[in-house]
């Protein structure tokens, strides 16, 4: 019953590197995405997916690569990490059709130093 | 986002009514939703409502829905210390889901 698996949970980045956070559902979903959490601000869309091969930029991209070669794992792509990009990290899946509801994943604590 | 909005913070004594309340902007969005964070947690999904409602009950549940005005509201009945947690109202549009700032409620005894 594993739902939708974020790793790593806990990761610490200096200024410059690059690393790549996973993620990965086993419901079949056509929709993935990543959104981060930061304090007063809620959830913002970094990318989404409809499908395998099919991404598209949501409201903060800059600074992140995704691709989704399956329908399985959507993985984010940190190029050169700032410390702006110290945030919590959450992946959802869903469908597209019915009530759209996401499942979301544990998150991703991030820390850019 | 900017798009939806709601109060940061919500204090309430157990056993007592609490009211959310979220404004937002889309009017064409099918599904409105409210979700749960606990501490440490992703979100879950509580409960939601068709644009086409005025209100859902769904146990101590009630979700109310002003189309004309854009504003929705979650009332929970009988708050208990359970119910601590952050709400986020949401409403979708084109696949993609826009989230309010998110409503800490803490439940006092």
């Known amino acids: 019953n594993a739902g939708v698996t974020q790793t790593p949970k806990f990761q610490v980045l200096k200024t410059g590197q690059s690393m790549t956070l996973q993620c990965a559902q086993d419901m079949n979903h056509e929709y993935m995405s990543w959104y981060r959490q930061d304090p007063g601000m809620g959830l913002r869309l970094i990318h989404y997916s409809v499908g395998a091969g099919i991404t598209d930029q949501g409201e903060v991209p800059n600074g992140y690569n995704v691709s989704r070669s399956t329908t399985e794992d959507f993985p984010l792509r940190l190029l050169s990490a700032a410390p702006s990009q110290t945030s919590v990290y959450f992946c959802?899946?869903?469908?597209?059709?019915?009530?759209?509801?996401?499942?979301f994943g544990e998150g991703s604590r991030l820390t850019v130093l | 986002g900017e798009d939806v909005e709601q109060s940061l913070f919500l204090s309430v004594r157990e056993g007592d009514s609490s009211v959310i309340n979220c404004t937002y902007t889309d009017s064409s969005s099918t599904y409105l939703y409210w979700y749960k964070q606990e501490p440490g947690a992703g979100l879950q999904l509580l409960t939601y409502i068709f644009s086409n409602m005025d209100m859902k009950q769904d146990q101590r549940l009630t979700v109310l829905l002003n189309k004309k005005d854009k504003h929705l509201s979650l009332r929970i009945a009988d708050t208990q210390t359970g119910d601590s947690a952050i709400y986020f109202c949401?409403?979708?549009?084109?696949?993609?889901?826009?989230f309010g700032a998110g409503t800490t409620v803490t439940v006092r005894a």
């Open positions: 959802a899946s869903g469908t597209v059709v019915n009530t759209g509801e996401l499942f």
């Open positions: 949401a409403e979708s549009n084109d696949y993609k889901l826009s």
